[in-house]
């Protein structure tokens, strides 16, 4: 079982590679039950997002973004790349 402290620390990493990578803020995303996924809470614009330049896709819609974790551990063995996931995912009981 994670522990608060890991819980803590694991939405901090996420909050910042959603901040750096995407520009968008945590609070405005929720997990989604694909592994290493989290999707908008609610369908917006999206300005310069290429699906708005197709057809029939004109209006707002809920964006997905990615977060893997780096696939080796601190010594070098094979981990899970969804490891963050779950984590959020079992502590906010989805």
């Not at 520009?23 to 996924?37: K, Q, R």
């Not at 300005?47 to 708005?52: A, F, Q, T, Y």
């Not at 057809?55 to 094979?78: M, N, Q, V, W």
Request: hydrophobic share 30%; charged share 30%.
């Amino acid at each position: 079982m994670a522990t608060k402290q890991d819980v803590i620390k694991a939405m901090e990493r996420l909050r910042s590679h959603m901040r750096t990578y995407y520009n968008v803020d945590l609070d405005d995303l929720e997990i989604t039950h694909v592994p290493g996924y989290w999707q908008d809470k609610e369908p917006k614009m999206h300005p310069g997002h290429p699906l708005h330049g197709c057809l029939f896709c004109e209006g707002p819609f809920r964006a997905t973004y990615r977060y893997l974790d780096p696939i080796r551990h601190s010594k070098g063995r094979f981990s899970s790349p969804y490891r963050t996931w779950r984590l959020l995912y079992e502590y906010l009981g989805k």
